[in-house]
């Protein structure tokens, strides 16, 4: 075929990018500070059909299903298009404005993985294991996820924040909780991508080849579908014929505790290849803030899962399962890094960190986000400053639900409260005026309290009188 006849082949049709290029786009715009790339929404454009006309093809460009972008006031969402400029795309939206539910999220969960490895405590190389600081995450992991309630959480996450939009303000999970509850550091050298250059990507094929003992071609395969199968890595490993040492055993087993705790991915029964190298070296592998790589991946992941058409959700998803209180005053002491401003890292995730949205948790007032400015001690948990409240709900939507769907006979929320749910309430109003906290409130805040309880208990009788 010659050129002139290729090029009047595809006359008239437009260059369409892959699947990653507009997921990039689509980060790019959402993040007002990134401009990876240079490319744009208006640069993405769908694949396209084709139908025959006159026995020639004619390609017809695809419709778009959803608009993602946030350019207008949002009917039940942001008034301000400055802040969630992907609502448009966002699951929130969805809901609200189709009425349909997305039902449960698939909550990835590998836990089997970690105690089909057969091993006695004081074998050396577990003890290697517990040695790097990481042996004690499989007893931090849930086995089972509870779908709802994370499913509920995510339908509020927003990535342009990386937080939780809720109805009195934002709330996320940070460096604090997850050192914690994990147990991990955030002190330590990022994980940096890599395979960015052949000569690495190579080195690394080999290590793996030369660990599991498999060719090249092998690991290629495998990297391309996602990473090495779990079940390979144990049974190279856990097979007597191979007489491997206390090292690679070690290797082998935290590649993955790694990818079956703080890296869970989509692909079910693999480990990315990305957590070879970062165990190479046994004596560095406590050297990593695990912390902020660990957060950093479930941040990414909790992004993905607010577009309205996914279905699964990766990432430690133990961490979204804790009973979050706020710590109190000072909390930050023994940890001054949870307040720490800026970008955190895995490989090639790299997302915002900003403690500053959700200042109530460490025990300051809340106020409207500005870096590095902290306020004033809270004297209680809810405590924000007098315009917060009027401009989070410019940026944000303090609702799911549309009421204009509600079936016939839709009664307020206050009214399908149970008797016991109204104890809870009425406990909640009274609990600033308990005589050990009270001292912090004046005696007008302590009666306005005291009338938000009475309000509560006179609703209920007139209920009560009306069946």
């Known amino acids: ?263 869970i991915d989509k692909t079910v029964d693999r480990a990315s290849t990305l957590l070879f190298p970062l165990v190479r070296d046994l004596v560095s592998v406590k050297s990593y803030s695990w912390a902020s790589a660990a957060l950093a991946y479930l941040y990414r992941e909790l992004g993905k899962a607010t577009r309205a058409e996914t279905k699964q959700l990766a990432g430690s998803s133990t961490l979204l399962e804790v009973i979050w209180v706020p710590y109190g005053i000072n909390v930050v002491h023994n940890l001054p890094l949870s307040l720490y401003h800026g970008c955190i890292r895995y490989a090639s995730i790299i997302e915002p960190y900003m403690p500053d949205r959700v200042l109530r948790q460490f025990g300051y007032v809340q106020t409207r986000p500005i870096m590095h400015r902290l306020g004033e001690d809270a004297s209680n948990p809810w405590d924000c400053s007098s315009d917060y409240m009027q401009w989070f709900l410019q940026c944000s939507h303090p609702k799911l639900q549309n009421p204009e769907h509600a079936p016939n006979g839709y009664m307020p929320r206050q009214h399908q409260l149970t008797a016991e749910a109204r104890l809870h309430l009425i406990a909640h109003y009274l609990r600033p005026v308990y005589p050990e906290v009270r001292s912090k409130l004046s005696l007008e805040d302590q009666f306005h309290h005291i009338d938000q309880a009475i309000d509560v208990l006179q609703e209920f009788e007139k209920l009560h009188s009306s069946q």
């Not at 006309?53 to 008034?79: C, E, I, M, S």
């Not at 042996?135 to 992991?141: I, T, V």
């Not at 050192?179 to 550091?185: E, M, Q, T, V």
């Not at 779990?230 to 055993?249: H, Q």
Request: glycine share 8%; aromatic share 8%.
């Open 1 to 263: 075929m010659d050129k002139n006849k290729k090029n009047t082949r595809l006359d008239g049709r437009t260059v369409t990018v892959s699947a990653r290029a507009t997921r990039a786009a689509r980060r790019s715009s959402q993040d007002p500070n990134s401009g990876v790339g240079g490319l744009n929404e208006e640069h993405v454009v769908e694949p396209e059909q084709s139908q025959e006309d006159n026995g020639k093809r004619k390609w017809l460009k695809r419709p778009r299903t959803f608009d993602w972008k946030l350019t207008a006031p949002a009917p039940g969402g942001p008034l301000s298009t400055d802040l969630l400029r992907g609502y448009r795309g966002h699951v929130a939206c969805y809901i609200w404005e189709k009425n349909i539910e997305r039902g449960c999220l698939v909550i990835q969960s590998r836990t089997h993985a970690i105690d089909l490895f057969r091993f006695e405590p004081r074998d050396a190389w577990y003890l290697l294991v517990k040695s790097t600081g990481l042996g004690h995450l499989r007893e931090c992991m849930f086995p089972h996820h509870n779908a709802p309630l994370i499913s509920a959480f995510v339908e509020r996450w927003h990535p342009e924040t990386n937080s939780f939009h809720l109805p009195f303000g934002e709330m996320t999970i940070t460096l604090h909780d997850v050192s914690l509850i994990l147990g991990l550091p955030i002190n330590g050298l990022a994980i940096n991508h890599p395979m960015q250059q052949k000569e690495s990507r190579n080195s690394l094929f080999s290590f793996i080849g030369k660990l599991l003992n498999i060719d090249t071609k092998e690991i290629e395969f495998e990297h391309a579908h996602g990473g090495i199968k779990l079940s390979k890595i144990r049974e190279t490993l856990m097979d007597p014929k191979n007489e491997y040492g206390a090292d690679d055993l070690a290797r082998g087993f935290l590649v993955t505790l790694l990818g079956s705790t703080l890296f």
